[in-house]
């Protein structure tokens, strides 16, 4: 039981994690997602960077449309989070008792990593499809989670669902590398309270470093993919401008990188990289820091809640 409960707070630390760093860095994803969701077409190009996307919406008074799918990504992120953080804790502690190690090493890790990611993205790929085109609908005219998930399809609401599957070595790879620093870091360092049974944390500022390095490790080796996905999830059209063009072609795999290498080469797979980086590094460095801090007393929660629970149903037995 303890396993579990570990597991659990592990998870439900990082979903709440993943909630706060969501919602602080919102305005800047909506506008990097839009950035990366433009292909140029016959040479002309709306974007020249992301803070064309925030001159735009202050420009056109729709500056809070930059909050515009916040509901859906927060719980899209609350829910993948959970699920990542528990399958990844769980896949780990099972691996570790089961090889009777007393560490896990990085090819292992990086297994379990893609594993817990699998389950994730399969489960959440809705919302994340949906939260996707709401932020690159254009400003003041995203539709509501509901009315979105009704107007699609099953095999629409799944769109890019394989280089997500894909993209499952991006967090596996950040995991794998935090996890590894962490270690490291913890090694010499003495534990406080000596046979204590609650997981050691770093310090904040320590676990937002080893979060921001692992991340930009992670973003660097999959960038490409992370383009095609944002491309294959957007919105099918963008401010109602004629001179954009969207193709149908371009939501799938092999249409999205046909799109990208004819209209902009092999550099437009790594269009909006300093974006990406920027967002992504401070969103994990933040995710990881609240995790790391409030982990401690989760689990002390986590730990009270399930004697109060045993000690409810012994009462209730011997009623």
């Known amino acids: ?3 579990d409960l570990e597991s659990l707070s592990e998870a439900t630390s990082g979903a709440i994690g993943a909630v706060v760093s969501t919602t602080i860095l919102y305005p800047l994803d909506t506008c990097k997602t839009k950035y990366q969701a433009e292909v140029r077409a016959q040479g002309q190009q709306r974007y020249r960077n992301i803070s064309d996307v925030f001159l735009e919406a202050l420009s056109s008074r729709q500056i ?3 909050y515009q799918g916040l509901g859906t990504k927060n719980i899209q992120s609350f829910i993948s989070q959970f699920l990542y953080f528990y ?3 769980y896949f780990r502690r099972l691996y570790l008792r089961w090889s009777g190690k007393k560490s896990i090493g990085t090819k292992a890790n990086l297994v379990v990593g893609v594993a817990a990611g ?3 993205v ?3 790929q809705p919302l994340d499809t949906v939260s996707s085109k709401m932020q690159t609908s254009a400003f003041g005219q995203s539709k509501r989670l509901w009315q979105s998930l009704k107007e699609r399809t099953w095999s629409e609401a799944y769109d890019g669902l394989g280089i997500s599957l894909l993209l499952t070595s991006n967090p596996a790879v950040q ?3 935090f996890d590894q620093l ?3 870091l913890l090694k010499g360092k003495q534990r406080e309270r000596e046979g204590s049974p609650s997981p050691e944390s770093l310090s904040a500022f320590s676990a937002f470093v080893l979060g921001a390095v692992a991340k930009s490790i992670a973003t660097c080796l999959t960038y490409p993919a992370i383009r095609c996905k944002v491309t294959i999830q957007s919105a099918d059209t963008d401010d109602n401008d004629p001179k954009e ?4 072609s371009s939501k799938t795999i092999t249409g999205a990188l046909r799109t990208i290498w004819q209209k902009e080469g092999i550099l437009g797979f790594y269009k909006g990289l300093q974006a990406q980086i920027l967002k992504t590094v401070l969103s994990s460095a933040l995710l990881l820091m609240i995790k790391e801090k409030i982990t401690r007393s989760t689990w002390v929660l986590m730990l009270a809640l399930h004697r109060y629970l045993l000690a409810t149903r012994s009462r209730l037995k011997s009623g």
């Open 1 to 3: 039981m303890a396993v």
């Open 64 to 66: 809070f449309s930059l």
């Open 87 to 89: 399958g990844y804790s």
């Open 118 to 120: 699998a389950c994730t």
């Open 122 to 124: 399969i489960i959440t």
């Open 175 to 177: 995991y794998t590398a």
């Open 182 to 184: 962490k270690q490291r």
């Open 245 to 248: 063009v969207q193709c149908n």
